[in-house]
């Protein structure tokens, strides 16, 4: 008998056969386990499952999708609609009382809410000249967000959107520091009621307003802040970018949604209420921030349809 410790040719050769045949025994079956660990990754514009907590579509309902739900404008009432039909963030406009209020309220022609213009009144008197179409007093940033952070009635935390306008009375632009002393008051409410992870901020065309505050919001308070100008991806810093579909969707635009998605500018599109909008921007849904909208149920159907 031969040793094991001192094995001869033959056995050598014996011994490399049986390697070879365990090996080619063993080895699909390795592979194929390490192959589990490599699952194929689906293309981000193919995945149909969109970012935010279950139930929730990547939609903010323009003043809480006042149009569609056929409540006030900018009203707690239509911020709670947004907030029941899932929507991600709902908009409102914001600005500021000449006692340092700030007013959730859509001015209509002329910059008036209730036949007054709120920078030269007090809150008092804006709401003592009327009330909303439902019977609601006219409410303040603070009551917005008393319901936003109120996790029984905002139970998937959607976010709020302060659309900090131009002001523009009989076709011309009032002074820009009303607008900016809304934003400067608005970030000292946030910070307050420790809400700045469930606002955002999104600023009008133009320079002025976005070159004063843009520094004061993001970096001295830690709010999110989107930019209305379309323009160079590489202009916004640690600022997002919520621009009308049509800036960068169709011919003849000069930036298109995958210029903002390479330089990780986030995005948002707004004016997006008829199915054909919707047919138009859905393609993008994953990559972008959210899709905005006069008609947010509409939008959220028809995501649904499309397998989101």
């Known amino acids: 008998m031969i040793s094991r410790f001192n094995a001869g040719p033959a056995d050598h050769k014996m011994n490399k056969g049986m390697i070879k045949r365990v090996l080619a025994l063993i080895l699909p079956f390795a592979l194929s386990l390490s192959s589990c660990d490599k699952l194929p990754q689906t293309p981000p514009n193919e995945s149909k499952k969109p970012i935010v907590?279950?139930?929730?579509?990547?939609?903010?309902?323009?003043?809480?999708?006042?149009?569609?739900?056929?409540?006030?404008?900018?009203s707690i009432s239509s911020l709670k609609y947004a907030i029941g039909i899932g929507c991600w963030?709902?908009?409102?406009?914001?600005?500021?009382?000449?006692?340092?209020?700030?007013?959730v309220a859509h001015p209509r022609s002329g910059y008036l809410i209730n036949g007054l213009t709120p920078y030269d009144h007090t809150l008092s008197?804006?709401?003592?000249?009327?009330?909303?179409?439902?019977?609601?007093?006219?409410?303040?940033?603070?009551?917005?967000?008393?319901?936003?952070?109120?996790?029984e009635q905002n139970p998937n935390g959607m976010i709020l959107q302060l659309d900090c306008k131009r002001l523009v009375k009989n076709e011309k632009e009032i002074d820009v520091n009303h607008t900016i002393r809304?934003?400067?008051r608005a970030c000292e409410i946030v910070q307050e009621m420790k809400?700045?992870?469930?606002?955002?901020?999104?600023?009008?065309?133009?320079?002025?307003?976005?070159?004063s505050v843009n520094d004061l919001v993001i970096n001295e308070y830690g709010i999110y802040l989107a930019w209305a100008t379309c323009t160079n991806p590489a202009?916004?810093?640690?600022?997002?970018?919520?621009?009308n579909y049509t800036k960068v969707l169709g011919s003849g635009t000069t930036y298109t949604p995958q210029d903002y998605f390479a330089a990780d500018v986030p995005l948002v599109l707004y004016g997006v209420d008829d199915d054909e909008q919707m047919d138009l921007v859905i393609p993008y849904y994953n990559n972008l921030r959210a899709i905005f909208s006069n008609y947010p149920a509409a939008l959220i159907k028809k995501l649904k349809s499309k397998g989101y």
């Not at 963030?89 to 007013?103: A, K, P």
């Not at 804006?126 to 996790?151: M, S, Y």
């Not at 992870?197 to 976005?210: A, N, R, S």
């Open 235 to 243: 202009r916004y810093g640690k600022a997002g970018a919520q621009l």
């Open 195 to 211: 809400a700045q992870k469930m606002v955002e901020f999104l600023i009008p065309t133009g320079t002025d307003i976005f070159n």
């Open 125 to 151: 008197e804006l709401r003592a000249a009327g009330k909303l179409a439902n019977g609601e007093q006219l409410p303040t940033l603070q009551d917005f967000l008393e319901v936003i952070l109120d996790k």
């Open 182 to 184: 809304a934003i400067k």
């Open 53 to 74: 907590s279950e139930g929730v579509y990547k939609v903010v309902a323009h003043r809480g999708g006042y149009l569609e739900c056929n409540r006030p404008d900018c």
């Open 89 to 103: 963030g709902s908009e409102c406009d914001i600005c500021i009382t000449v006692d340092n209020n700030v007013l």
